[in-house]
């Protein structure tokens, strides 16, 4: 039986330590693939995956478009692209900015959620602003498991904050207390899919990401 297999991470300004921080303890035998969006300058250069390719366990690499999802690997947004979760494949898209930023959270967050229900696991780490919120509740309203850093150990308040504030959150944890977290739920079964429906709204949410 599949555990909470899917974990989409988010993060911003602050965010490289905290996701430094989580990656550092994952092993790299955890049954699950992890996606992880951080806001970039779409000119930028994002040197984010040599980073957590060096500092963790689990290879990481900037993702690439319709790459099949594996366990055990770390895909990375690329700068101007939303990362988006399908079933068995990622994609990379050039579509409207969400929050001011492509990548941006939600995207990611609200396709895991649509691709994968209740063995999606979001997490928002340090941030400005709010983005990670809406995609949080996607998460919930298919039942999957919403975590936050601690707003008091965040760098960067602002994006936990929000989803603590608006979101019912699973579990609001220091930066270095959620790996062991995410390999617990990653072992923990999911006794099933079922008929979790998103509503219209985030279903053409989900969809606007695409619009390129």
Do not use: W
Request: hydrophobic share 45%; charged share 25%; with cysteine.
């Amino acid at each position: 039986m599949l555990g909470h297999d899917i974990i989409v991470i988010g993060a911003s300004a602050g965010g490289v330590e905290a996701m430094k921080e989580v990656v550092r303890g994952l092993p790299p035998d955890i049954p699950a693939s992890i996606f992880v969006v951080l806001h970039i300058p779409p000119d930028g250069t994002s040197v984010l995956a040599t980073i957590l390719d060096r500092v963790g366990n689990l290879p990481a690499a900037m993702a690439k478009d319709r790459e099949e999802i594996r366990p055990g690997r770390i895909y990375v947004a690329r700068p101007d692209c939303h990362l988006l979760v399908k079933r068995g494949y990622v994609r990379l898209v050039r579509g409207p900015k969400e929050n001011s930023m492509r990548p941006a959270v939600d995207p990611l967050f609200r396709t895991a959620a649509r691709a994968y229900g209740p063995r999606v696991v979001g997490v928002v780490l340090s941030g400005t602003l709010d983005d990670g919120t809406a995609g949080l509740l996607a998460i919930k309203s298919r039942s999957g498991v919403a975590i936050i850093q601690d707003p008091e150990d965040a760098l960067y308040s602002s994006m936990p904050r929000s989803a603590l504030e608006n979101v019912e959150v699973d579990y609001c944890l220091p930066a270095a207390e959620i790996p062991s977290l995410l390999v617990q739920l990653a072992n923990e079964p999911v006794e099933e899919e079922g008929e979790f429906a998103m509503s219209d709204e985030m279903e053409q949410e989900a969809d606007i990401a695409e619009f390129e």
